[in-house]
């Protein structure tokens, strides 16, 4: 897990358990979704809770014109593969 929290374009992330300057979805408050063990864990780090989205890393930002943005965060060609989550 990556403690990022800035978005490409340099805005910062909003903590996923705040409601403003955007409300999140509710679906992506289950806990199970965060491998950090719940949005409050993941304070304001890039994360992708809805892993549908294949695009990678996103957050909403604090920016009330833009909701959400995708992360910058490289993808690892020569990490271990890292045991699934339960």
Avoid at 7 to 25: F, L, N, Y
Avoid at 53 to 79: I, K, M, N, Q, S
Wanted: with cysteine; aromatic share 6%.
């Amino acid at each position: 897990m990556g403690t990022l929290s800035v978005t490409v374009s340099g805005r910062t992330c909003q903590a996923w358990t705040a409601s403003t300057p955007h409300v999140p979805s509710a679906a992506l408050m289950d806990d199970s979704l965060y491998p950090d063990g719940s949005p409050a864990a993941a304070e304001n780090h890039c994360r992708n809770p809805d892993v549908l989205d294949d695009e990678g890393v996103w957050c909403y930002t604090t920016d009330p014109a833009v909701r959400w943005e995708y992360c910058d965060v490289p993808l690892c060609t020569t990490c271990k593969s890292l045991p699934a989550v339960k």
